[in-house]
């Protein structure tokens, strides 16, 4: 199957705030989770009043969805676990069944309220604490940005995974990729020069507020090609 082509003619959008792109779409690498998580925006988005929230039963029933997930439930479970450990899904426990809000700020309210017993559901609602991540060895994560290994580059980051915690060298993958930079000389040189600088810029910050960390004698080597 292939898709057509957006159609000519008076279409309904739905709007999707910037930062969806910046900053969650980069930690969704699973197929899954992506799936689940913009579908179940788009679900929320169409329900009235407020918190609007999907539950497992709903998405579980939608056609579209469990199409993309090739009809299997595990698939299902799956996305939505990943999603909910990047923090993409918030989701409330009740009677055996799932909740899952989009994390914005209404899902957010509606938490809180939830886990102080203040929205009038049933007592056994609780907010499920998210999954742990786990943060992608310096391998997978050169993969996933840059490319297929080889024995050079595979020492280079034996090296670097010696030398620098995991969170800093996801931060200079995750700059490195919004700056379209897909290089491991560029990679490094972010860590160099926080280094060198003792310096580490964190990161978690909406992308368009964030400036190149490579400066001096090493912006020009580090520049995206």
């Known amino acids: ?33 992506l ?38 439930p595990q698939n299902l479970k799956s996305g939505l676990e ?16 799932a909740w899952y809000f989009f994390n914005a700020p209404e899902g957010r309210k509606a938490l809180e309220k939830i886990a102080r017993g203040e929205w009038g559901v049933k007592e056994n609602a609780r907010v499920a604490k998210p999954p742990a991540v786990e943060t992608p060895n310096i391998y997978k994560l050169y993969e996933q940005h840059i490319g ?11 090296e670097a995974e010696q ?9 200079a993958f995750r700059i490195a990729a919004e700056n379209n930079a897909r290089s491991w000389r560029y990679v490094n040189k972010i860590l160099m020069d926080w280094a060198r600088r003792n310096k580490y810029e964190k990161t978690r910050r909406p992308a368009t507020k964030r400036r190149p960390v490579v400066t001096g004698k090493l912006a020009d080597v580090a520049k995206p090609k």
């Open 148 to 158: 297929p290994l080889n024995p050079l580059i595979a020492e280079e980051l034996k």
């Open 1 to 33: 199957m292939r898709f057509a082509g957006v159609p000519s003619g008076r279409l309904e959008f739905t709007a999707v705030p910037n930062v969806i792109f910046s900053e969650l779409l980069p930690l969704l690498d699973d197929a899954a989770a």
């Open 82 to 97: 990943k999603a909910t450990a990047h923090g993409a899904l918030l989701r409330v426990e009740t009677d055996g069944a």
């Open 35 to 72: 799936q689940v998580t913009l579908r179940l925006f788009y679900l929320a988005s169409q329900k009235k009043g407020a918190p609007r929230f999907v539950t497992y039963d709903e998405l579980r029933a939608d056609e579209t969805l469990m199409r993309a997930l090739a009809y299997q």
């Open 163 to 171: 030398d620098y915690p995991p969170e800093i060298i996801l931060d």
